[in-house]
């Protein structure tokens, strides 16, 4: 209920203050497992990839946000799963693939922490998305969070990551490669 009412008040406020244009919607699947990756320019990031789809998108956040006065009450209920900075959090991956294997959806900025050049990317989305039968779906942020300057949400095909399914660390590097092309291909296109 709570994320709802949240979605749809961030879905009109981005709308009003910037121009929100929202692209490919269809594309990820109604039903199923499905990670979303996207580019991380702002804090605001989350709701704005969430806002536009009728499923719930469950986030990986930093552990830090959970012990913030309002924040830290919010969005454990609005889905959100603690991560330790800095290193493998086991519980996160855990939770992770229970969502998986119940069929819901997990948004992931494969950057790990808001970047405007996107030239690091973190292996987790690409290590979640071989190893579960997620739908991968590329995202691109398209714009500036400025007032009345037009923002673009654009979501891609699913991508074919089967011919990576089988080797080891570097097959998740490569895998991150292509999901972080994909992604910065889309946000180049919709610019």
């Known amino acids: 209920m709570l ?13 009003l203050f910037y121009r929100l244009e929202v692209v490919g ?6 039903e199923g497992p499905v990670i979303l990756c996207a580019n991380h320019i702002s804090n605001m990031d989350p709701p704005l ?28 209920k609005l889905g959100a799963i603690p991560v330790k900075r800095g290193g ?9 693939f229970q969502l998986f294997k119940d069929g819901k959806v997990m948004g992931i900025f494969p950057e790990g922490t808001r970047n405007s050049d996107s030239s690091a990317a973190k292996k987790g989305a690409a290590m979640f998305a071989l190893r579960t039968e ?34 080891g660390s570097e097959v998740l590097e ?3 490669d292509a999901i972080m ?11």
């Open 88 to 96: 493998v959090s086991k519980d996160a991956i855990r939770a992770g």
């Open 134 to 167: 997620a739908a991968v779906v590329p995202v691109a942020i398209v714009g500036r969070y400025k007032l009345f300057e037009k923002m673009k949400i654009v979501y891609g095909e699913p991508m074919d990551l089967s011919s990576f399914k089988s080797g």
């Open 49 to 76: 990839v969430g806002t536009a789809l009728r499923r719930k998108v469950h986030y990986l956040a930093k552990e830090e946000l959970f012990n913030k006065p309002v924040i830290g009450w919010a969005i454990p």
């Open 3 to 15: 994320y709802t009412v949240l979605k749809n008040i961030f879905y009109f406020l981005f709308k």
């Open 25 to 30: 919607k269809h594309h990820v699947p109604a």
């Open 174 to 176: 490569e895998a991150t």
């Open 181 to 191: 092309n994909r992604i910065r291909e889309m946000v180049k296109e919709h610019q």
